[in-house]
């Protein structure tokens, strides 16, 4: 498998606080990993400084062997990397349908389609306005209109967050498709550490904004001391 992104000793965090302090993570193309730890230890910022959302002290980071540790957010977005955040950004006063061409010049119908065929609720409410639409519709959305920009690697704040699930399940189905078929990478964040030890195939867990353990998922679930010591509230129910 081919280097897609390579996030090396990175330090990052926001104005005069850093959070995360030396952060290296590798994705490869196609590859499925998830990104666990408590709360508050730098998950949400990793992923936003996979976009250069943050502020970057050090570190670099390259993609297919480039190095983009200057490029900004857009740019990135071009490359190939797709970000869902975690507040999931929607319209509110546009439709489904709005939503998926909202802002962007020209939209194959084809691509709306596929959008479609991967979650069919959406295809359903495609008049509904985006405030009507529940939290996992909402969600769906969220990841249909990044899709839009055919990225390569997809990078997933707790998607699953609050969510029903049956609705888990659908969103869970539709990230396996991507994965699958499309060969899309997925980095994916989650506190459901069941649901992303079962998805992914390799973990890295976050703890004080610095990695405390990687390997691949078949280790914890093996083994679930190694979850227990490095996050503690584990798995609430949902
Ligand atoms: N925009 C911001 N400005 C300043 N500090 C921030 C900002 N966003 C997050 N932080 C701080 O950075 C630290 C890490 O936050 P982050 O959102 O990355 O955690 P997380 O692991 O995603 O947590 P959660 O599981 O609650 O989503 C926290 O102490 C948080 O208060
Ligand atoms: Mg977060």
Not at 22 to 37: F, K
Not at 116 to 133: C, I, K, T, V
């Amino acid at each position: 498998m081919s280097k897609l992104l390579e996030f090396s000793k990175v330090e990052a965090g926001y104005g005069p606080l850093t959070v995360l302090h030396g952060v290296s993570l590798e994705i490869h193309a196609g590859e499925r990993v998830c990104l666990i730890g408590r709360n508050g230890v730098g998950k949400s910022t990793t992923l936003k400084t996979i976009m250069g959302l943050t502020d970057r002290r050090s570190g670099t980071l390259s993609w297919d062997g480039a190095d983009i540790t200057r490029s900004g957010t857009v740019a990135r977005s071009r490359m190939g990397i797709g970000y869902v955040p975690q507040t999931r950004d929607v319209f509110p006063s546009l439709s489904v349908e709005e939503n998926l061409i909202a802002g962007l010049r020209s939209r194959p119908a084809r691509d709306v389609d596929r959008a479609y065929r991967l979650f069919p609720r959406l295809h359903e409410r495609r008049n509904n306005g985006g405030a009507e639409l529940s939290g996992g519709e909402q969600q769906m959305l969220s990841v249909a209109r990044t899709l839009l920009g055919r990225p390569r690697l997809l990078l997933l704040d707790e998607p699953l967050e609050g969510l029903a699930p049956i609705i888990c399940e659908e969103l869970m189905h539709a990230f396996d498709t991507l994965s699958r078929e499309e060969g899309v990478a997925i980095l994916f964040v989650e506190q459901k550490v069941q649901e992303a030890l079962q998805f992914a195939q390799r973990a890295v867990v976050l703890d004080h904004g610095a990695v405390v353990h990687e390997g691949p998922t078949s280790e914890l679930l093996a083994d679930p001391g190694i979850v227990d010591r490095h996050i503690a509230v584990a798995d609430a129910p949902a």
